[in-house]
């Protein structure tokens, strides 16, 4: 839908500039034609980029910032002008236009810097209910682990996550970094991250934002990534442990796709039987350790000695641990 939109706002400007010089000459037409496409591509990029790399409550807050920056500008323009000042006409327009300059950036900076407490804001873009769903809680920031993980993709496929991913330089750079990292495995890793990305912004049905948000003063990426949830009043999706205790002790909300992975795993009970290829050993001298398809690991007792074999077991307890599920078995013929 996007595309075709592009496509006809530039076969429109074409059509319309051919038609204003159709009088002239048919050079004209051609080269005005040409013209104005260039110009309706060139207008689309800057669009798109300033929509992909803005939120709208940011460029409302710019507008708003630069009209009210014009009138505060006018109005001591007007008190300029009314003074006797012994200053030349030529100087006069320089000053004028100085203080629009001047005034006008500086209240539209001060707007945009100061989005978050700018309550006229709300009315335009109100927040929704609790029911609904905080404003907030649409935003999700992506963190490099994650990303590189590349589950993210699928279950945004899925449907199962909604509102806004968000991106931050940070992280795009902290992946830049590892994509150029001289270790081999390192630079696959980035390289798999970028991918992923790429294919994310592609997708259509997938809203991602790219973020210029940072915070200087922080060095760390993991300390960036909190200090932006809570500006933000968004979520934090990640699979790295350590970020998600920080975060959450923060009072940031953490979306940690390995409790997923995990919450996601059959049910197993104690007595249920299964079939498991056992391919390595355990920790204790006559164990013997199998996976399933999900990846759970399987200790079977007494299965060392049916090494590379696929046995059918008894499930004797299951352990849940913050790296994942265990289940400990017995061979059925024991």
Do not use: W
Not at 28 to 35: D, E, H, R, Y
Not at 281 to 310: F, P, W
């Amino acid at each position: 839908m996007i595309a075709i939109f592009r496509i006809l706002f530039i076969i429109a400007s074409v059509v319309f500039t051919s038609l204003y010089y159709i009088d002239v000459s048919l050079q004209a037409v051609i080269l005005g034609g040409l013209i104005s496409a260039v110009a309706a591509l060139a207008i689309i990029i800057v669009i798109e980029y300033v929509s992909h790399t803005f939120s709208t409550r940011i460029l409302l807050a710019a507008l708003l910032g630069l009209f009210v920056g014009l009138i505060f500008s006018h109005l001591l323009v007007i008190a300029f002008a009314s003074m006797p000042l012994a200053i030349s006409a030529e100087s006069q327009s320089v000053v004028k236009a100085l203080i629009y300059h001047v005034i006008g950036f500086a209240t539209m900076l001060f707007f945009v810097i100061n989005n978050d407490s700018i309550s006229l804001l709300d009315y335009i873009i109100p927040e929704k209910t609790e029911e609904g769903k905080e404003s907030g809680i649409a935003y999700k920031i992506l963190d490099t682990s994650v990303i590189i993980d590349g589950r993210i993709a699928d279950i945004c496929d899925t449907g199962f996550i909604e509102g806004i991913l968000v991106i931050p330089n940070f992280v795009l750079n902290e992946l830049q970094m590892i994509a150029d990292s001289a270790d081999s495995i390192k630079r696959n890793r980035g390289r798999r991250g970028l991918d992923i990305l790429n294919k994310m912004q592609k997708d259509q049905t997938i809203m991602v934002k790219i973020s210029d948000m940072d915070f200087p003063e922080i060095h760390e990426v993991d300390a960036k990534l909190v200090k932006m949830a809570k500006v933000m009043k968004a979520m934090v999706i990640t699979n790295d442990f350590n970020l998600n205790k920080v975060a959450e002790f923060h009072g940031v909300r953490v979306l940690n796709i390995n409790q997923l992975s995990n919450a996601l795993k059959p049910i197993v009970l104690p007595g249920e039987e299964m079939k498991v290829a056992l391919i390595k050993e355990g920790k204790d001298s006559n164990q013997a350790i199998g996976y399933l398809d999900d990846g759970t690991m399987v200790v079977v007792e007494n299965g060392r000695r049916r090494l590379g074999h696929e046995v059918e077991v008894i499930v004797t307890s299951v352990l849940q641990t913050t790296a994942g599920r265990m289940i400990f078995a017995r061979i059925r013929e024991d």
